[in-house]
């Protein structure tokens, strides 16, 4: 897009979409474990970690060809996803208290042609 001196939008890119090979459906491949142990009559514990693969993530690649612009959608991607979390739970007399943390991390190769 190409905008003015005040901000307002003047014109824009057109572009063809195109598909660039088979797409596939992503999948995802999970699983997850978990243990919760009573520490004492009044503290239960929870320790749990999850793992997410993805393969066949859809891209979307703005490129810039002789003859026009064009926005190609591919199917390559891959992610993967971690996360480890602590939980505790307290019995206070009539009162629980609840505390937890997690901890999580994302990466994905989403990488153009």
Do not use: C
């Not at 997850?32 to 503290?43: A, F, G, P």
């Not at 810039?64 to 199917?75: K, T």
């Amino acid at each position: 897009m190409t905008f003015d001196a005040s901000g307002k939008v003047v014109s824009s890119v057109p572009y063809s979409n195109v598909i660039t090979g088979r797409l596939r459906n992503p999948r995802s491949e999970a699983w997850n474990v978990e243990l919760d142990r009573q520490i004492l009559n009044n503290l239960l514990v929870r320790v749990a970690y999850q793992q997410r693969n993805t393969v066949h993530s859809v891209i979307l690649t703005p490129l810039v060809a002789g003859d026009g612009n064009l926005l190609s959608v591919a199917s390559r991607g891959r992610d993967f996803y971690r996360e480890f979390q602590i939980t505790g739970r307290y019995q206070i007399r009539r009162h629980t208290l609840n505390a937890s943390y997690v901890r999580s991390k994302a990466t994905g190769d989403l990488k153009r042609l």
